[in-house]
């Protein structure tokens, strides 16, 4: 941000305030004095861990990042819960995700943090780490949920330190888009979208026979590194070793995954130079037919007048089936004083929900719970069961503390510069690797200590 | 009165051996010592408050590994700067490389910002028809926030859908130049948009200095036979100086501090050629809490801003003789 002040004298003043930059909101949050750390961590409780609450009158802060078209779903099943329990308020914010991690941290140390959040599996490590939120394995008990509910990896994901920290309420996943005006303009079955490699491959070269170019590819984390993400684990890949102590994404599989990306720039299949969110502008005006992009579009597309589209399962083109994946848990933040009647209703309000998840899968998601899953009504919800064909094979980011802080440096910069064709897949992933190494070391330091 | 006599104490050194100007300065300061300091409360409280103890905090962190939620905040001494100039360290190539991108930055935009809107100003100094609408037409960007400015300009400059392009390609001219994913073009984006954003505000403060400048020295000057460009180049200039060693300051400084255009408009693409100093700075203090490190980077740069103010003032000083 360009920042401009008024007077010379102030000048200095302005060298100063950068002087301070970075220590500004250090100084205020510690100022605050007793951390989470000093904090008893509240468990279990009376009322066994959210069947009911009993207790006096209380109003739950409840944050998430819901700004897309998934907000008002949430928001209406927030607004029936408060209706449903008179002596349980709950008032709903929604904060950009990208900022939501930055704030919720600095809200719950200052005590003006929220009583229930939503956090992505991938973060649940990291915020166990740092004493943002709460163990809530008495939750799960006291609600008999075991992990036979659940997808495992859904399921495994919400637990750090060999305690739980999320209740999982649902799954979002890639999928493939289809424009089926362009697919029928291009001669080919606007009901039968492409699903292997070769389908795909021939698929596009019949859009170029017709000057479309047929899978633009983002050099951006949306879309493009989860669609890299995705090819990866196709072709027999992982972003990190088991124990997440080494980056492994600039193998074999990650390099071919970024090439078969590159190609599709290069082969002219998609524009180069591709700007944040034109590929699926494009989609929506009938120039990319093919567009790989996560569950949580459904209803933005559905939106669009004239707009003649499908979706499936993202196609095979590596090896094997999979596809990234992300997933919502219910957290409950670690609150200074804590409250134990909050704490408890918190409980009662993620139960709820948590079984309302038919409600959710509508605002585009899968329920994490198989029985919802199974359901006969979430069979129904055409688009949304075409993303739960994958679950069986779908992939998370390890829910490894600090590991939200690797990414952005390391393998999106990577995907960026070889779909910009600036730096070739293989030497543009090594560098990323040996960065993404270092960071890794520096993390199990840094979480150790 | 009293303002009198602060102003002789400040700006009239008392001559040696005589006694009046040496007797207001002993009765101001004799007649009660607090009160100077008073006067410098209001502003000293923030001073200390906002500016001084967050520069001496922001120090200390900058000597530990600093995550202001994690119990053990090791102290590190001096290891974060060595770590900025250590090759191998992880800090080493996103801080200079973010620097070049802020260096960059300034060199391509601070000429323009101290140029154009200098022109801009001669002209809003004419008298013409219309003079205030154009005053406030060329300042009227400058009230919005960063936030509007770059989704403005990030609809009109989209490589594949934006509105650049599309009247490019009216024109019969090349409709693919990726503004805001490939160099030059990115720089040339955030150059542009920054030099019609914030024109207007240096405009306005030449315009004042403008309006300083004698009317008389114009008239003598032109009684002398000096032509317009000579009445520019022996009249105004020299009269704009202090202003210009002004717009050239704040101008280097608000360059040096550009972020909200690159984040919204670039995302730092082409890789991270446009993720300037103080983007990477609240990313490794604010969104990966490595404060410690992020605190070094910040005093690292403001070493550099000062150097840089400094030289300026130099340069100026020494024109002067």
Known sequence: MVQRRLSVRRLTRQEFL??????????????????????????????????????????????????????????????????????????????????????????????????????????????????????????????????????????????????????????????????????????????????????????????????????????????????????????????????????????????????????????????QNVAQDAEYVAFQNDKNALHWNGIWQINAFKEVEDLDWGVVPVPQIGSEKAVWSGSHNFVIMNQTPPDQNKQQAARVFINWISQQSIEWAKAGQIPARNSVRESQEFQTLEEQSQFAKQVPYVHFVPPVPGIGDVQPTTFDVAVNEAVLLKTEPKAALDDAASRANQLLEENRQKYQA | MATGQIGGAQTAPPPAGEGAPKRSNKDFIGANPVTPYLFMAPYLVLFVTFVLIPVVYGFWISLHTWDYLLPGKPFVGLQNYVDLFTPSSVTFDPFWQSMEATGKFTLYSVPLLVVIPLLVALVLNQNFRGRNFFRAAYFAPYVLGVAVVGILWRFLLDPNVGLVNYYLSQLGLRNDIPWTTALPWAWISLVGMTVWWTLGFNAVIYLAGLQDIPRDLYDAAAVDGANAWQRFLNVTLPGLRPVLLFVIVITIVASANMFGQAYLVTQGAPGNDTRVAIWLIVETGLRQFNMGAAAAMSYVLALFLMIVSVANFALFRQGED
């Open chain 1, 18 to 271: 950068l002087l301070g930059m970075g220590a500004g909101a250090g100084l205020a949050l510690a100022a605050c004095g007793g951390g989470p750390q000093s904090n008893p961590a509240v468990q279990g409780g009376a009322g066994g861990g959210g069947k009911s609450y009993e207790g006096p009158k209380v109003e739950l802060a409840f944050w998430n990042g819901f700004t897309g078209g998934d907000g008002p779903y949430m928001r209406e099943l927030v607004e029936k819960f408060s209706a449903e329990h008179d002596n349980i308020d709950v008032s709903m914010n929604t904060i950009e995700w990208v900022d939501y991690y930055q704030k919720v941290p600095a809200a719950v140390r200052s005590g003006q943090g929220p009583d229930v959040g939503i956090m992505h599996s991938d973060q649940l490590g990291t915020n166990a780490a740092r004493g943002v939120i709460l163990p809530l394995d008495d939750v799960a008990q006291a609600l008999g949920l075991k992990e036979s509910d659940f997808a495992t990896l859904v399921w495994q994901a919400g637990i750090y330190n060999n305690q739980r920290y999320g209740i999982p309420l649902d799954m979002h996943p890639f999928g493939l888009y289809y424009n089926k005006t362009l697919m029928e303009q291009a001669g080919l079955d606007p009901n039968n979208p492409p699903q292997t490699r070769e389908d795909y491959e021939a698929a596009l070269e019949e859009f170029k026979s017709k000057g479309i170019q047929g899978s633009w590819v983002s050099p951006f984390p949306f879309t493009g590194v989860l669609q890299w993400e995705s090819l990866l684990f196709q072709f027999g890949g992982s972003l990190y070793n088991e124990d997440v102590t080494q980056a492994t994404f600039n193998s074999d599989a990650g390099v071919e995954a970024l090439t078969w990306m590159v190609d599709l720039v290069k082969n002219g299949h998609s524009p």
